[in-house]
């Protein structure tokens, strides 16, 4: 939606200022006029003069007009699609030369100028849009990846680079969505995009607007879902941003302990009415003009309580600005996923906001990430001791709508790759990560894994190098991948593994206390669509385990993690009928996961 702003008519901005408007990248910045000139428009109410200087004035400082009652400065020059620009803020003789927050692409790393963008492009991805949802009853199985990494020729990996790639790889690999690490320009590589400078600008590190939205057509046009990380908790504090923009904490808080945060980042001041709208109007900007098909807010813990904190309690600012953002975007677009990345246990984030929640979608479940990988890394005879968590999850699942995570964050800082987090032999590695994955893929709730993880790269993720690709040239590497690329196919093509993922029925324990073999087994259902999950936790071979029933069944192996297929030892497919009053007898071998279809 356009607005058009006058002299006369300031209802937009008196919304804006009020924190009720998502429409600020149609605002502020610089806006082509009918008459071809450039009206450039700058919010910065303390400021006592702003003058603008770039390609088209030679870079002389040319001072801007303020209107004093709103707080803004404007001006209307001659300029041109490609053209590079910087404000210059004066505020109590201080000079200090700003970006634009509302610039489409700035400069590369280690300059700021910000871009006059034409970024219009036609998609053709109608019909992708047409029939997305929010994926509750269906399945969403996505792969994290980070743009300048995933397949490294250079030092300047475009999105249209990887991007075919990329989708044959995610189709190959029956991945439903790719989520993507923040791409909002950001002056630091190594902070991964998660502290900002500019929250409308495309990263120049990987290519134009144009060119991240052509890779999301394309992605859509293949079928394959498009995710976008976002940070909303903090900027980066670099002296060109947003901080101390207008000469005083305009975005920021004035107060110390209530400005930065444990990244030494500032935190947004959500108790400013045009903070709000700035935020709402970002989110708002990347899904109209980008056509994203969700958007995982990270940090939230951060956001509900002061700097992450329990102790210093709920900032209420903060929970007010979330359900605001959260039912405005529910109502821009009814149709696409808001994913909170949140270790906190503050209730409902994923309960409507007219019921009293937060209103995301889905929250990333962190507690199943730390018992899981916790309990994997744990020796085989002490597991005896830790089956809590394993099945502790499910005495709260259904409190929110989770996705299990497996995520870059646990693949960094000396934290190790994801088969290094596995207890055991060399052999015994590979083995119980694919009883992890199984594990992950089979149990309720919709999944994320970074990439890597798929291929069992012994290598702790690094933003400067590509992912070791030619480890697949080995034949246990090779085998793993496979076998998550199976593993998805069966959770993509089965009801019982996604339909009610947040309905109880849709799962049941049959062994969760058998503390003594460290066997849990479980069924996933929908309608008639039926499975029988069995995973042996441990090195022991259990030569008649038994699973109780009573029922007349036969059971169907459709996915064995120690088959030859996989370079196991088990040749043969398991096809086993009980009679009602007998319980199903397996023999199960050392690490040994197991998927049955009841027919």
């Known amino acids: 939606m356009k607005v058009n702003i006058t002299e006369t008519n300031h209802d937009h901005i008196e919304n804006y200022l009020a924190g009720y408007s998502s429409m600020g990248a149609d605002i502020w910045g610089a806006h082509k006029d009918t008459d071809g000139m450039y009206i450039f428009r700058l919010l910065a109410p303390n400021a006592d003069e702003v003058y603008i200087k770039g390609d088209f004035t030679s870079w002389e400082n040319t001072k801007m007009t303020k209107n004093t009652k709103y707080g803004y400065f404007f001006i209307k020059l001659d300029a041109n699609p490609g053209d590079y620009y910087k404000y210059v803020v004066v505020h109590e003789g201080n000079w200090v030369e700003k970006t634009d927050p509302f610039a489409r692409a700035m400069d590369k790393e280690g300059d700021f100028a910000s871009i006059i963008t034409d970024d219009s492009y036609d998609f053709s991805d109608e019909e992708f849009i047409k029939n997305r949802d929010k994926n509750f009853d269906k399945p969403l199985n996505i792969y994290e990846i980070h743009i300048g990494s995933w397949l490294r020729y250079n030092d300047n990996v475009n999105f249209l680079d990887i991007v075919d790639r990329l989708v044959s790889y995610v189709k190959e690999m029956n991945y439903t969505h790719v989520e993507i690490m923040p791409i909002t320009e950001y002056p630091y590589y190594p902070s991964w995009g998660y502290q900002s400078s500019g929250f409308f600008a495309t990263s120049s590190r990987f290519g134009s607007p ?155 479940d962190l507690g199943w990430m730390n018992d899981t990988l916790r309990y994997f890394k744990t020796d085989s005879i002490n597991r005896i001791d830790h089956q809590a968590n394993i099945n502790f999850s499910m005495f709260y699942f259904y409190n929110e709508r989770f996705i299990l995570p497996l995520s870059h964050d646990e693949v960094v800082h000396m934290k190790g790759a994801m088969i290094n987090k596995m207890a055991g032999s060399y052999e015994e590695k590979f083995k119980q990560l694919k009883l992890l994955y199984t594990y992950q893929i089979t149990h309720p709730g919709k999944k994320l894994s970074f990439m890597g993880n798929e291929i069992a790269t012994f290598d702790e993720w690094n933003e400067h190098e590509s992912i070791n690709w030619d480890i697949l040239k080995f034949p246990t590497h090779d085998d793993i991948h496979r076998y998550v690329k199976d593993l998805n196919a069966l959770y993509k093509a089965s009801p019982a593994f996604f339909e009610k993922d947040y309905e109880e029925d849709g799962f049941s324990w049959k062994v969760v206390d058998d503390n003594i073999n460290s066997v849990f087994a479980y069924e996933r259902k929908a309608g008639d669509d039926r499975y029988l999950v069995v995973l042996n936790m441990t090195n022991t071979y259990k030569a008649n385990f038994e699973i109780p029933y009573d029922e007349e069944l036969e059971f169907v192996e459709v996915l064995d993690s120690l088959s030859e297929t996989y370079g196991g030892s088990r040749w043969d497919k398991r096809n086993i009928k009980i009679e009602k009053g007998n319980n199903l007898v397996l023999e199960l071998w050392e690490y040994e996961a197991i998927v049955l279809k009841v027919k």
């Open 210 to 364: 144009v060119d991240l939205k052509k890779f999301v057509d394309i992605l859509h046009q293949n079928g394959i879902g498009v995710i976008l990380d976002m940070v909303a908790v903090h900027f980066a504090s670099d002296y060109f941003g947003l901080d101390h923009f207008d000469g005083t904490g305009m975005y920021e808080s004035i107060y110390p302990d209530l400005k930065y945060s444990e990244w030494g980042s500032n935190n947004f001041d959500y108790s400013k009415g045009h903070v709000r709208s700035f935020m709402k109007s970002a989110v708002s900007y990347w899904l109209e003009n980008f056509h994203f098909d969700g958007i995982r807010i990270d940090a939230v813990s951060y956001m509900i309580h002061y700097n992450g904190n329990k102790n210093r309690g709920v900032h209420k600012d903060n929970i007010e600005f979330i359900k605001d953002l959260n039912k405005t975007i529910h109502e821009s677009f009814p149709n696409v996923m808001l994913i909170a990345e949140d270790s906190s246990d503050y209730p409902q984030v994923t309960g409507r906001v007219e019921d009293g929640g937060l209103g995301f979608d889905y929250k990333w």
